[in-house]
């Protein structure tokens, strides 16, 4: 998984060598299709990860790992917010405990799955230097308890990706590249 | 040569990435996926489709794209960013706003850096462990090398019996000889907390920010969570608009306009800021 990732980013990094833009920190068009398709990929595998997280048939152990992996697609202090049709109120979770908190949910059966539509912002440029955009997903959660017991919801999750430009030597050379980290997540359920 | 190579390897290797990639199950429900596609799910796609720059799907037209901004696309977009279930806008408001975005000499575009518009967010704070509702307005400010939502000001009803009093009346006062005995009255002016204000100039406005600032300094005032988010635009010439989010069943979904006025002058404009700012002066 590691090397998957770090191949898009060293293909990023080849696509943008020489680019007069990339040289102030500036993202051309192109390039911002390039990062999209980047940023989609990561949110594809945290959708990947929450799916075995929550599958009842995963075996603790690998849970963990997979916990571990997804984790490692945040950058530090991200958080989720979420919020239900019921309660307006927004609770607020560490990435760790979110996933916790999934895996632990009192249901003998659980399906996760995401509906095929995705939407991506604009990027803008923080006072930081670094790029902040928005992709929007949804996912259908059902679970089901062996006493008949069963819950469905809908909802929308609102991922934080933050683009930064990185630097690393590959053979005496340093090539730059545009990295992309997710952040905090808002998670609201729809009426879907 | 070699870093086409490796481009072309790479290549090879994304597309199988990709591939191996889509494994989590995708939900086919056709009712539920076109309510999906409809809603308009974040403000910069509320943006992008006011201004005709997204196709369907949501993905953004090339800037020399024919359909790029084209009134026909703008056209077909604006109808469905309406609240349809606010029977108070009216639609022939809705043609004239329609009229004097798409049709004018200059068709007006939605600028996200182009200010005159500002974001209103209902929070709940904890006031010596009592909730209260505390609103802030934020605007979009440039600093160092991008930009950053500042928080512009703040209204708090719990605030307000603070700074309350009553100018109609001659009230209290420092008589204007004061000076000549070092102010000495000003013992009594603050013996009684209740009428201090009084002795505050005629336009004296509290400031909500500051003191919001320094009971979050002291340790009085903690937050608990946003309970509502909503934009209000004047960056139209001669007109205000609100945008808010709806999450409910149909199409009719997500960050559409909630209020639309046409402001037919500058004091209009200023006497409805002035109002959602919830400003008495």
Sequence with gaps: MHSIKYVYALLLSLCILGQASAQKGEISPSRKQA?????LEKVRDLSKYISIIGN????????????????????PDSEMGVSSLNRKEVNYYKVRKYFERLMALNYDRVSIEWYDIHYISDLERQPDGRYVGVVTIYQRFEGESDDGLKYKDTTKKDITIYVERKKTQIQGRTIEFWDVMLGDIRVTETSA | MIYVRAAIFFTWVLGLATTMSVQAQLVSDMDDESRLYAETKQVNQFFRRFNGEEDDKGDRYDPKDRQYQSVKLRKKYLGMLFDAGNAG???????????DVLEGANPVILDFHGGNWFAEVHTTFLYNNKAQTMILFLKLEKDHLGTKWVIDRVHADMFDPYFKRDTTKVGKFLHPLSHELDFMNLRKAFQNSDSVSQFAGKRFVADHL???????????????????????????????????????????????ISNLVSLKSESERNILRKYLYYETK
């Design chain 1, 35 to 39: 990062i999209d398709s980047l940023a």
């Design chain 1, 56 to 75: 009842k048939k995963t075996p603790f152990s690998e849970a963990q790992r997979v916990m571990d992996r997804a984790e490692e697609l945040f950058a």
């Design chain 2, 89 to 99: 806008i009216k639609s022939d408001l809705k043609a004239q706003f329609g009229k």
């Design chain 2, 210 to 256: 500051s003191v919001f600032l320094y009971e979050i300094k002291k340790g009085n005032l903690k937050f608990k969570t946003v309970d509502e988010v909503k934009f209000h635009f004047f960056q139209i010439p001669g007109w205000y608009f609100e945008l808010s989010e709806f999450n409910r069943p149909g199409n009719n979904n997500g960050w559409l």
